[in-house]
């Protein structure tokens, strides 16, 4: 019998043993780790993954989390062999027992730690005997080959715990908003009741099943001595309360992240992404990612109420008796939420407003005065009568979206919530809330690295994850002019130079009709004009000579240097903005402006590490022998050189920033003029109301807004940038340089400062109003600035003239 016994147990190690998984792998095996995406200042931004893990080595897990683990899950890990005989062969007694009273309970398990690892890691969850077996063959071949404390921490990280965590870590930061050195006693206990069924014994939907539960795992410990038994006391008495992560901790950028996540996939591959734990440090700035979004929000509310129409209530529910229950059941829009509205049901109306309800049976009204934009919007696109009364807006029953009305919102046009809004209060008075149909893009950047600090590419994410800054090709319109302007300058040209502002037709070449480009009021001109003031008021006419006088060879060469367009056409159309660019790249042309003409790349990403900490991207690629591996014994701090390619003439350059200074001074964005600092920029808008832009900055920011529909419509009349995009700029400006002292923009060597008068171009008498106008030496007004070839002529001096065939103006208002 003993001999039949040995050969049926050697026979049935063979047989099992046969096909076993290597489990040799264990030793260098690394689990899929959650990649985080962190902030500029290391808050987080997003985690991508497989599954929600956080590796963490079993030297750095506080020991009370493997004590609770181990007297709730195998108290003789470290004394058995990788399985427990004894507690095998109690739970057998069990089984039997439940089998002879015909119970259908699940099977009592007996598996140790090491079991449990090679269930998971190699095997099936099959309820099989034939898995049972080879799970305890593994078991005791894994005890052999591997040190306790290497299965201890695979288990320990690959374990499931319910919620989405996958391991111990994952886990704390889930279910408590902790890292496991900050866990008390009570919350380990919790975590190391959970294996068993994690679901079973979450604590948000089964409270006492959770308490139950995480007391056994105490009493265990107590068994154990794992606790002193005053902690494990004090650890029962407690409550099981989960917490999420602090929202200061958490920064909210979703198209930002979103943007991140398709570059690290291109680099990195679904793998890389999604199982290799990278760390992941941006650019983004967490003061100036919600200024962007809110301004961008605010802008577009702006736009729609004025414009867009009320297009009714989002729903309609029976206001009779039981509303609230009714209105619970309703979901909330998408969009409101990442606005922080709420979702209101209409009760009655009235001549001063409407009553309005919320799902905890709270009351509060919308005063009329916050209704009145509401006019509504008919079928062929058109606008009704301002509404008399609410009941021309909304009806009982209706389903509406609101925030609470501020103090500061006497104007109808409230400032956006950056946070969720409190519950609702009954008595409180609330704003009428509509989701834009319009939509937009906001981009901040430094203009001397490139990094992107803030990306807004839409209202909301929850509705469209179209970005639109870099995504949404438009035609920039009168924003494209810059660089037509920068190109003369680089061509003799002045800010001073005058050329004629007046009707004008050019020639396209053989089949082609004349070009004849007009104002943005066609029927003004002001005759001989300053290349500045042009610049300032935007005039289509002086850009259209200053394009057949240079050449739009010249002129598409600087657009593509700048990066706006990768291959410009050759047509004169394109000096008016008729090409397409996206807002990040227009942002960024108009950054190197600001930097003083050298080529930077737009990044949103500064460094990635491996899951080692082992640096595999940065960024900035700056020669620097004194910045790594350097023990630091107060030596000077390196110096780092500028690689930065100069493309374009510093002093011209200059000379287009102080142009654009004027624009926000005395032209087109004088909306932008209340931030009270140095600032210059431009406006664009096409000639058919459809795109709406201001790109600016000061010496150390930049940051361009685009306003359009996403299928290309009307905005309006007047809708200009200036009226639409400038103030968004504005506001998210005011925020961004509160605390910034103003700095005036850096002036670079070779300039000549002379005090003009910038309606002539000429110098500026005393007592009269003049600024201070940048020149090239030799160009000062007064001398003589060198000859300017056009065409057959040669002109000089102060008012040169470009000369172009002139004759009267036709078709539409061209770009400004």
């Given at each position: 019998m003993a001999?039949?016994?040995?050969?049926?147990?050697?026979?049935?190690?063979?047989?099992?043993?046969?096909?076993?998984?290597?489990?040799?792998?264990?030793?260098?095996?690394?689990?899929p780790i959650t990649t985080r995406v962190h902030a500029g200042d290391g808050r987080l931004l997003a985690e991508y993954s497989t599954e929600r893990r956080v590796f963490v080595p079993i030297g750095a897990i506080p020991k009370r989390?493997?004590?609770?683990?181990?007297?709730?899950?195998?108290?003789?890990?470290?004394?058995?062999?990788?399985?427990?005989?004894?507690?095998?062969?109690?739970?057998?007694?069990?089984?039997?027992?439940?089998?002879?009273?015909?119970?259908?309970?699940?099977?009592?398990?007996?598996?140790?730690?090491?079991?449990?690892?090679?269930?998971?890691?190699?095997?099936?969850?099959?309820?099989?005997?034939?898995?049972?077996?080879?799970?305890?063959?593994?078991?005791?071949?894994?005890?052999?080959?591997?040190?306790?404390?290497?299965?201890?921490?695979?288990?320990?990280?690959?374990?499931?715990?319910?919620?989405?965590?996958?391991?111990?870590?994952?886990?704390?930061?889930?279910?408590?908003?902790?890292?496991?050195?900050e866990l008390s006693l009570s919350e380990a206990a919790f975590l190391a009741g959970l294996p068993k069924a994690p679901n079973n014994y979450n604590p948000t939907r089964y409270p006492q099943q959770a308490k139950a539960r995480r007391d056994w795992v105490l009493d265990r410990m107590a068994e154990d001595s794992s606790a002193?038994?005053?902690?494990?006391?004090?650890?029962?008495?407690?409550?099981?309360?989960?917490?999420?992560?602090?929202?200061?901790?958490?920064?909210?950028?979703?198209?930002?992240?979103?943007?991140?996540?398709?570059?690290?996939?291109?680099?990195?591959?679904?793998?890389?992404?999604?199982?290799?734990?990278?760390?992941?440090?941006?650019?983004?700035?967490?003061?100036?990612?919600?200024?962007?979004?809110?301004?961008?929000?605010?802008?577009?509310?702006?736009?729609?109420?004025?414009?867009?129409?009320?297009?009714?209530?989002?729903?309609?529910?029976?206001?009779g008796p039981n509303w609230p229950a009714r209105l619970a059941a309703e979901p909330l829009t998408p969009g409101a939420a990442t606005a922080g509205w709420q979702l209101a049901l209409v009760l009655r109306t009235d001549n001063d407003g409407a009553e309005i309800g919320f799902k905890g049976g709270e009351t509060g009204r919308i005063p009329f005065a916050q209704m009145r934009w509401a006019r509504p919007l008919h079928d062929d696109g058109t606008l009704g009568a301002f509404p008399r009364n609410a009941a021309d807006v909304a009806k009982p029953g209706d389903l509406v979206l609101v925030e609470p009305l501020r103090e500061t919102a006497k104007t109808g046009n409230p400032p956006m919530a950056a946070r969720p809004q409190p519950p609702a209060r009954s008595g409180d008075f609330y704003n009428l809330c509509q989701i834009p149909e319009v939509s937009g893009a906001l981009v901040a950047m430094d203009p001397h690295t490139g990094r992107v600090l803030a990306m807004s590419g839409g209202f909301s994410f929850e509705i469209s994850q179209f970005n639109r800054a870099t995504q949404a090709k438009r035609q920039p319109g009168s924003s494209i002019k810059p660089f037509v302007y920068l190109t003369a300058l680089e061509h003799g040209f002045t800010p001073s130079t005058v050329v004629e502002d007046g009707p004008v037709s050019i020639s396209q070449g053989e089949g082609m009709p004349l070009w004849t480009p007009g104002n943005y009021n066609s029927n003004k001109f002001r005759g001989p004009t300053p290349l500045r003031v042009a610049l300032e008021l935007s005039l289509n006419t002086v850009t259209a000579r200053l394009a057949e006088s240079i050449g739009m060879e010249a002129i598409g060469e600087t657009i593509e240097k700048f990066g706006i367009m990768d291959h410009m056409p050759r047509l004169y159309a394109m000096s008016l903005g008729a090409g397409e660019?996206?807002?990040?790249?227009?942002?960024?042309?108009?950054?190197?402006?600001?930097?003083?003409?050298?080529?930077?790349?737009?990044?949103?990403?500064?460094?990635?590490?491996?899951?080692?900490?082992?640096?595999?991207?940065?960024?900035?690629?700056?020669?620097?022998?004194?910045?790594?591996?350097?023990?630091?014994?107060?030596?000077?701090?390196?110096?780092?050189?500028?690689?930065?390619?100069?493309?374009?003439?510093?002093?011209?350059?200059?000379?287009?920033?102080?142009?654009?200074?004027?624009?926000?001074?005395?032209?087109?964005?004088?909306?932008?003029?209340?931030?009270?600092?140095?600032?210059?920029?431009?406006?664009?808008?096409?000639?058919?109301?459809?795109?709406?832009w201001f790109v600016g900055f000061t010496p150390d920011l930049a940051a361009g807004v685009f306003i359009g529909y996403d299928d290309p419509a009307f905005l309006g009349s007047d809708e200009t940038g200036g009226h639409l995009a400038a103030p968004i700029f504005r506001d998210f400006m005011l925020v961004a340089l509160k605390d910034a002292p103003p700095t005036e923009f850096r002036t670079p060597p070779g300039v000549q400062m002379v005090r003009v008068n910038p309606e002539t171009g000429e110098p500026a008498g005393a007592g009269q109003p003049g600024i201070l106008e940048g020149y090239k030496a030799g160009t000062e007004p007064g001398k003589d600035r060198g000859r300017l070839p056009l065409g057959?002529?040669?002109?000089?001096?102060?008012?040169?003239?470009?000369?172009?065939?002139?004759t009267p103006a036709s078709g539409t208002g061209g770009r400004y």
């Amino acid at each position: 019998m003993a001999i039949a016994g040995g050969a049926v147990v050697g026979l049935t190690l063979w047989y099992f043993g046969r096909d076993l998984p290597n489990y040799q792998q264990l030793a260098h095996y690394e689990p899929p780790i959650t990649t985080r995406v962190h902030a500029g200042d290391g808050r987080l931004l997003a985690e991508y993954s497989t599954e929600r893990r956080v590796f963490v080595p079993i030297g750095a897990i506080p020991k009370r989390v493997i004590n609770a683990f181990l007297s709730a899950e195998d108290k003789n890990f470290y004394s058995h062999r990788g399985v427990d005989p004894v507690s095998m062969f109690r739970a057998a007694l069990t089984d039997v027992g439940r089998w002879h009273s015909n119970s259908k309970r699940r099977p009592v398990g007996a598996s140790t730690i090491t079991q449990q690892v090679a269930k998971n890691m190699l095997l099936s969850n099959e309820l099989t005997v034939s898995r049972k077996i080879k799970e305890i063959l593994l078991a005791t071949r894994i005890d052999e080959a591997l040190p306790k404390d290497r299965i201890l921490e695979l288990y320990l990280n690959e374990i499931y715990l319910g919620s989405g965590a996958y391991g111990v870590e994952a886990a704390a930061l889930i279910y408590f908003g902790k890292s496991l050195d900050e866990l008390s006693l009570s919350e380990a206990a919790f975590l190391a009741g959970l294996p068993k069924a994690p679901n079973n014994y979450n604590p948000t939907r089964y409270p006492q099943q959770a308490k139950a539960r995480r007391d056994w795992v105490l009493d265990r410990m107590a068994e154990d001595s794992s606790a002193p038994d005053k902690e494990i006391q004090a650890a029962r008495a407690e409550p099981i309360v989960t917490r999420r992560r602090e929202e200061a901790e958490i920064v909210n950028g979703p198209y930002f992240a979103e943007e991140v996540r398709r570059d690290l996939l291109a680099r990195y591959g679904d793998k890389g992404l999604y199982e290799s734990g990278l760390s992941v440090r941006t650019s983004l700035d967490s003061k100036l990612q919600p200024a962007a979004d809110k301004a961008l929000r605010d802008g577009l509310i702006a736009y729609d109420r004025g414009h867009g129409g009320w297009r009714g209530a989002v729903g309609h529910i029976d206001p009779g008796p039981n509303w609230p229950a009714r209105l619970a059941a309703e979901p909330l829009t998408p969009g409101a939420a990442t606005a922080g509205w709420q979702l209101a049901l209409v009760l009655r109306t009235d001549n001063d407003g409407a009553e309005i309800g919320f799902k905890g049976g709270e009351t509060g009204r919308i005063p009329f005065a916050q209704m009145r934009w509401a006019r509504p919007l008919h079928d062929d696109g058109t606008l009704g009568a301002f509404p008399r009364n609410a009941a021309d807006v909304a009806k009982p029953g209706d389903l509406v979206l609101v925030e609470p009305l501020r103090e500061t919102a006497k104007t109808g046009n409230p400032p956006m919530a950056a946070r969720p809004q409190p519950p609702a209060r009954s008595g409180d008075f609330y704003n009428l809330c509509q989701i834009p149909e319009v939509s937009g893009a906001l981009v901040a950047m430094d203009p001397h690295t490139g990094r992107v600090l803030a990306m807004s590419g839409g209202f909301s994410f929850e509705i469209s994850q179209f970005n639109r800054a870099t995504q949404a090709k438009r035609q920039p319109g009168s924003s494209i002019k810059p660089f037509v302007y920068l190109t003369a300058l680089e061509h003799g040209f002045t800010p001073s130079t005058v050329v004629e502002d007046g009707p004008v037709s050019i020639s396209q070449g053989e089949g082609m009709p004349l070009w004849t480009p007009g104002n943005y009021n066609s029927n003004k001109f002001r005759g001989p004009t300053p290349l500045r003031v042009a610049l300032e008021l935007s005039l289509n006419t002086v850009t259209a000579r200053l394009a057949e006088s240079i050449g739009m060879e010249a002129i598409g060469e600087t657009i593509e240097k700048f990066g706006i367009m990768d291959h410009m056409p050759r047509l004169y159309a394109m000096s008016l903005g008729a090409g397409e660019t996206t807002p990040l790249r227009h942002t960024a042309a108009y950054a190197m402006l600001d930097n003083g003409g050298k080529r930077i790349t737009p990044t949103l990403i500064d460094r990635v590490q491996g899951r080692d900490g082992k640096t595999i991207f940065q960024a900035d690629q700056r020669p620097c022998e004194g910045c790594k591996n350097v023990e630091w014994n107060h030596q000077d701090v390196p110096v780092i050189p500028d690689t930065r390619e100069q493309i374009s003439d510093p002093v011209s350059t200059f000379q287009i920033v102080e142009m654009l200074e004027g624009v926000v001074q005395r032209g087109t964005a004088t909306a932008v003029k209340a931030v009270g600092k140095p600032i210059a920029g431009k406006t664009g808008t096409t000639n058919d109301w459809q795109d709406a832009w201001f790109v600016g900055f000061t010496p150390d920011l930049a940051a361009g807004v685009f306003i359009g529909y996403d299928d290309p419509a009307f905005l309006g009349s007047d809708e200009t940038g200036g009226h639409l995009a400038a103030p968004i700029f504005r506001d998210f400006m005011l925020v961004a340089l509160k605390d910034a002292p103003p700095t005036e923009f850096r002036t670079p060597p070779g300039v000549q400062m002379v005090r003009v008068n910038p309606e002539t171009g000429e110098p500026a008498g005393a007592g009269q109003p003049g600024i201070l106008e940048g020149y090239k030496a030799g160009t000062e007004p007064g001398k003589d600035r060198g000859r300017l070839p056009l065409g057959d002529e040669v002109v000089q001096g102060v008012t040169a003239r470009v000369p172009v065939r002139a004759t009267p103006a036709s078709g539409t208002g061209g770009r400004y």
